[in-house]
C-alpha cells in the first residue's frame, strides 16, 4: 500500500513567519511531487510542484525535495492569515499517471 | 478558460435511492479521476480514466458504484442503491497528462448526504 504521511497539525503559525509542512512517502518510484492547497469547504488548488531534488521557489513558496530520504517540504514565507488553509502531499505512483494524497496539515496563520 | 465543471453541488437522499454525479473536464484534457473525501480516510482515488478509457478502477468501493465516460467533455459516478456511509465529498479532477508532469485540476466538489 503506497502511503503518503503528513502531521494533521494544526500547525500554528503568527503573521510574517515561515510555516514549515512536511511529508513523506513510501514509493521509491515516485517522480512527480505537488502540493494542494485546500480552504475550508473548497476543492483542492493545485500551488507547486516539484520534479528533482533541491528546492524550487514560486513567489513566497518554496518546494523541497529528497529522494534518498523520500521526503517533500514546502516552506510559506511571511505567512498570512489568508494562508490558513489545510495543505496535502501529493506523490505518482510509480508505472502510473495516478496521485496518492496525504491527509493533510491544517496550518493556521493567526493575526 | 472554464475550469472543471461538477454538478450538482449538494444532493441529499435517502439510502437506497440511485444518485448520478457528473463531470466536464477541462477542454483538451485526456485524463480524468473520481475522488471522494472524507474526514477519516481524506482523498481516496476511486477511478480513473484516460482518452475516455477506464484504466484503474480498484478504489471503487464496491458494485454499487459504477463510472462511465461516453465521450472526452462529460463523465458520471453512479451510486446504486446508496447508503448513508457513501455520504462524502465527492470530487473530479482533469490532468493534460504531460511525459514528466501529472498536475491535476480539481472541480468545485459535489457534497453528498445519504440519510
Known amino acids: 500500500q503506497k502511503e503518503v504521511e503528513q502531521n494533521s497539525g494544526p500547525l500554528s503559525v503568527p503573521e510574517g513567519a515561515i510555516a514549515s509542512l512536511n511529508c513523506t512517502y513510501s514509493?521509491?518510484?515516485?517522480?512527480?511531487f505537488f502540493w494542494y492547497r485546500q480552504y475550508s469547504g473548497k476543492s483542492p488548488e493545485l500551488i507547486m510542484s516539484?520534479?528533482?531534488?533541491g528546492d524550487k521557489e514560486d513567489g513566497r513558496f518554496t518546494a523541497q525535495l529528497n529522494k534518498a530520504s523520500q521526503y517533500v517540504s514546502l516552506l510559506i514565507r511571511d505567512s498570512q492569515p489568508s494562508d490558513s488553509a489545510t495543505y496535502l502531499c501529493?506523490?505518482?505512483?510509480?508505472?502510473?499517471?495516478?496521485?496518492?494524497f496525504g491527509k493533510g496539515t491544517m496550518l493556521l496563520v493567526s493575526p | 478558460d472554464a475550469g472543471v465543471i461538477q454538478s450538482p453541488r449538494h444532493e441529499v437522499t435517502e439510502m437506497g435511492q440511485e444518485v448520478t454525479l457528473r463531470c466536464k473536464p477541462i477542454?483538451?484534457?485526456?485524463?480524468l479521476f473520481w475522488y471522494r473525501q472524507t474526514m477519516m480516510r481524506g482523498l481516496e482515488l476511486l477511478i480513473y480514466?484516460?482518452?475516455?478509457?477506464?484504466?484503474?478502477d480498484s478504489g471503487m468501493p464496491e458494485d454499487r458504484f459504477s463510472a462511465k465516460m461516453p465521450n472526452a467533455s462529460f463523465s458520471t459516478l453512479k451510486i446504486q442503491p446508496s447508503e448513508p456511509r457513501d455520504s462524502a465529498v465527492y470530487f473530479c479532477?482533469?490532468?493534460?497528462?504531460?511525459?514528466?508532469?501529472?498536475?491535476?485540476?480539481f472541480g468545485p466538489g459535489t457534497r453528498l448526504t445519504v440519510t
Open positions: 514509493d521509491r518510484g515516485s517522480q512527480s
Open positions: 501529493a506523490v505518482t505512483n510509480s508505472g502510473y499517471s495516478t496521485l496518492t
Open positions: 479532477a482533469s490532468s493534460p497528462l504531460y511525459s514528466t508532469g501529472f498536475e491535476q485540476y
Open positions: 477542454s483538451g484534457h485526456n485524463s
Open positions: 480514466f484516460n482518452n475516455n478509457v477506464p484504466i484503474d
Open positions: 516539484i520534479y528533482s531534488n
